[in-house]
């Protein structure tokens, strides 16, 4: 499992308009075996990405799992809005924009919606503080790792107000 540094990791993407999906590059790799001294980094393989809040866990696509050349290590009940199936899964390492890499996270593999392979999921985000912003009408989102701080804009009215 994923040991946070003392210190948050964090990011922030700026779009040039206000966007519906928040999408970002990522990485995905194999978890290393112990025999293995590379680490994940040497072996990320990189992929497009959407955060998504409303999903319980991080996904993948059929892509990214023979790009990778991932092993099964199971299956899982997958629940979307309007059906549910039995999906395959795989224990991965996920690096995000910033370079951190969070390890053995379980995902499913399932069918991404546009051209992203990989679906970041409150079992990710809930790592860390996220928020989303529209200064200027134009979509910001952020996010650091550990979590460092509430993020409270009701209590705050007035930060960093333009």
Request: net charge negative.
């Amino acid at each position: 499992m994923t040991e946070w540094s003392e210190t948050p990791d964090s990011f922030t993407f700026r779009y040039d308009q206000r966007v519906d999906e928040l999408a970002t590059p990522c990485g995905v790799s194999s978890v290393l075996n112990e025999e293995e001294t590379d680490g994940p980094e040497s072996r990320m393989r990189p992929f497009q990405a959407i955060w998504d809040t409303g999903a319980t866990n991080s996904m993948i696509s059929t892509a990214v799992v023979d790009y990778c050349g991932l092993e099964l290590s199971g299956f899982t009940q997958v629940n979307q809005i309007q059906d549910s199936y039995r999906a395959a899964t795989y224990i991965v390492d996920i690096e995000l924009p910033n370079g951190l890499v969070v390890s053995d996270v379980r995902v499913a593999e399932g069918s991404m919606l546009g051209v992203e392979d990989v679906l970041i999921g409150m079992d990710i985000i809930g790592f860390g503080d996220f928020a989303i912003t529209h200064p200027s009408g134009n979509t910001q989102f952020t996010f650091r790792c550990p979590s460092a701080a509430d993020i409270d804009f009701a209590a705050n009215p007035n930060v960093a107000m333009r």
